[in-house]
């Protein structure tokens, strides 16, 4: 559980590092119409993911950060995302029923493209804060708080002629680092479909 804290607390830095979020000037206006500039999205995304005993929907949307850094022989860039997502779980409760609980995160994430940026296949991960609302459970797990942390990593490609699309897949595990228990946590294998706006 240390672990995880500490790989936040350094996820965090380098986002920080890296940039704040997009906050725009008040004469930064979108040319579609009224929407500030660094309000709009670089990418959206949707994604499905399952777990043992529950299944998600998740939508959301990035902004990538102007900052990137050389890494073994590849480049190292990032962005923030913006996530908000339904999880249907299944219940042990004598009637067989189920349990949907809502996710609405933010995280800041690595990307790193070992051909240089825009260039082939890539790996990413990220730590970010999520709440979780009811407090999730399932069949033979129960979540003690509202927050949680989820950590992920994936591997993706572009697709399309022109590269604006991304698909990636994704290990994603959510709990609360230990701040509270029980704290079981849960993994999901997510498959991911973005695009460029």
């Known amino acids: 559980m240390r672990a995880a804290a500490f790989a936040a607390a350094a996820l965090c830095g380098l986002a920080a590092h890296a940039g704040p979020a997009p906050v725009p000037a008040p004469a930064q206006v979108h040319a579609r119409g ?13 994604q499905a993911g399952a777990a043992r005993d529950a299944q998600a929907l998740v939508v959301g949307a990035t902004w990538h950060w102007h900052w990137q850094r050389p890494l073994w022989g590849g480049v190292l860039t990032g962005y923030w995302e913006a996530s908000f997502g339904r999880w249907n ?33 890539f790996l990413e991960g990220g730590i970010g804060a999520n709440a979780l609302l009811p407090i999730y459970r399932s ?17 993706g490609w572009p697709v399309g002629r022109d590269g604006s699309q991304e698909l990636m897949l994704r290990i994603q595990h959510f709990s609360n680092a230990g701040i509270r228990h029980p704290n079981p946590g849960e993994d999901f294998v997510q498959l991911r479909f973005s695009w460029r706006m």
């Open 89 to 121: 779980s299944e219940l042990d409760d004598g009637a067989r029923s189920s349990a949907w609980v809502t996710q609405i995160g933010m995280t800041p994430v690595l990307r790193w493209h070992p051909g240089g940026k825009g260039r082939g296949w």
């Open 34 to 46: 009224r929407v500030p500039a660094a309000w709009h999205a670089d990418q959206v995304f949707a």
């Open 139 to 155: 069949r033979d797990k129960r979540f003690s708080t509202t927050f949680n942390f989820g950590d992920h990593i994936a591997l």
